[in-house]
Structure formats: structure tokens, C-alpha cells
């Protein structure tokens, strides 16, 4: 293929072709459709190159049985997803999500407790390690996440990978915005309570709570919360006080 033709995205080219990008990521994953790659994670298209691919019977999406066509999508998809400025994307239970980047307050706040909880656990256990988005973070291969700020002891430093945390942090924290409080309340409780995460804390900068989930008998409970100028003590963090109103 030469590099002078028009290369289009593959968003454009799901448009085009009247195709869910998924199914283009799919045909670029098996080689089905030409495709090149420019710079990292960065797929282009030419449309009539991959019209006359699809002329073959063989990678007609028609042929394909619905359960394929509707299949979960593996982390070998989300490693397809060509980047996107200004967006950044997960992908929970085999379901692609895609976000817009996080407000300043979002980012703010984030930068404030991950201050906090470096001082903290920097003492307590000088083996552990605080991430930050963006990192993937990965569970059963069908649920791939970039938690705002999460939290890696030294006894687990086997899933910190080169290019990703493959396994349950032991406390995970997410800073809710408008557009992914229910997400965060709702789906990813759910995955992060079956893999097993020990700890989920939900901070909300608009309404400015912090809530402290904790895993009892394999389900959440809520053991801390806090509002507005208060100070939370976690009953399982010796001598960690969050001042709230550091974070706001």
C-alpha cells in the first residue's frame, strides 16, 4: 500500500463501511483488511484497499455467527485501539467504554491524594508503589481498566508487568466525574469486588465526599466516609488521616 493515498481512522472507516469498530478492530487483529501502523497503537486505513479485501466472501461480516459479532472484546482488542487525543479508553466485562480526559478539578484532587497516600505508604511499606492513570490494570483479560490512583504492596510487586499491573491492586481510587459517577459506582464496583481488589475508595470532587469501601466476606462494605472539611481514618490504615479539606 503506498503511503501517498488518504488514510482514514478506523472510526472512519466503521462509518464508511457502515460496520461496528469493533468488528474493524476484529478484521485488523486477523489480518482480514490491510491496514498500517503509524507510530505506537496507531492504525490508518485505505478505503479502497479494504473494500476490495472485503470483496472476498471469506471476511464478509455476514458470515459471521451473532455470538461471534457480539462477542467480548480481550485485551488483545484493546491493544487495537489506535490513540485518540483528548479521550482514553477501558474496556469492563468485554464492553468497550470510552471517555473524554478528566476535568483540572479531577486531576487536582487526584494529585492531592496521591501526595497523601505516597507519604503514607512510603513508611509503611517502602516496597509498595503508588500508579496513576494512565496505566492499565487488568482482570481475566475481558475487564481492562486505568484506575485514577491505585495502590501496589510489596507482597504483590509479581503483577507489576512492564506495560501493565496484571492482577487486583490492593486498594484501588477513583475520582468520580459527571459522566462516569455511575460507571465507577456501579460497574467497576462490581469488577473490582469479584477480582478480589481489597479496597475501593470513590472520592467526589463536586460533591466533596470520600467514601472507603472495604471487601468483607467477599462483598463491599462501606468502613469510612467523609464530607467537606472532615478528617476519615481508615480502620485498616494505621495512623492514615485524610483531611478533606487538603483535597478540595
Avoid at 111 to 121: A, C, G, H, K, V
Wanted: aromatic fraction near 10%; include cysteine; charge should be negative.
Amino acid at each position: 500500500m503506498s503511503y501517498k493515498k488518504e488514510l482514514i481512522t478506523a472510526q472512519v472507516l466503521a462509518e464508511a463501511l457502515d460496520l461496528s469498530v469493533e468488528t474493524v478492530w476484529r478484521y485488523t487483529r486477523e489480518n482480514k483488511i490491510p491496514y498500517i501502523v503509524i507510530g505506537s497503537k496507531n492504525y490508518r486505513y485505505d478505503l479502497d484497499d479494504v473494500m476490495r479485501s472485503l470483496t472476498e466472501p471469506r471476511v464478509q461480516e455476514k458470515e459471521y455467527k451473532e455470538e461471534e459479532i457480539n462477542q467480548k472484546l480481550t485485551y488483545q482488542d484493546y491493544l487495537l485501539l489506535p490513540e485518540e487525543p483528548g479521550y482514553r479508553f477501558e474496556i469492563l466485562d468485554g464492553v468497550l467504554i470510552k471517555e473524554p480526559s478528566p476535568s483540572v478539578i479531577h486531576q487536582r484532587v487526584s494529585r492531592r491524594l496521591q501526595r497523601m497516600l505516597e507519604d503514607y505508604f512510603w513508611k509503611l511499606d517502602p516496597e509498595g508503589e503508588i500508579f496513576n492513570a494512565p496505566l492499565d490494570v487488568t482482570f481475566h483479560d475481558t475487564s481492562i481498566v486505568q484506575p485514577d490512583l491505585f495502590y501496589v504492596s510489596g507482597e504483590q510487586k509479581f503483577i507489576v508487568k512492564d506495560n501493565r499491573i496484571d492482577g487486583p491492586p490492593t486498594l484501588i481510587v477513583e475520582v468520580l466525574s459527571p459522566s462516569s459517577s455511575r460507571k465507577d459506582r456501579v460497574q467497576k464496583l462490581k469488577i473490582y469486588q469479584e477480582a478480589q481488589v481489597q479496597h475501593y475508595w470513590l472520592v467526589n470532587p463536586q460533591e466533596k465526599t470520600l467514601e472507603c469501601f472495604s471487601l468483607q466476606n467477599g462483598i463491599y462494605a462501606l468502613v469510612a466516609a467523609g464530607l467537606d472539611e472532615e478528617v476519615v481514618q481508615h480502620p485498616d490504615f494505621t495512623g492514615l488521616s485524610i483531611a478533606l479539606g487538603h483535597l478540595w
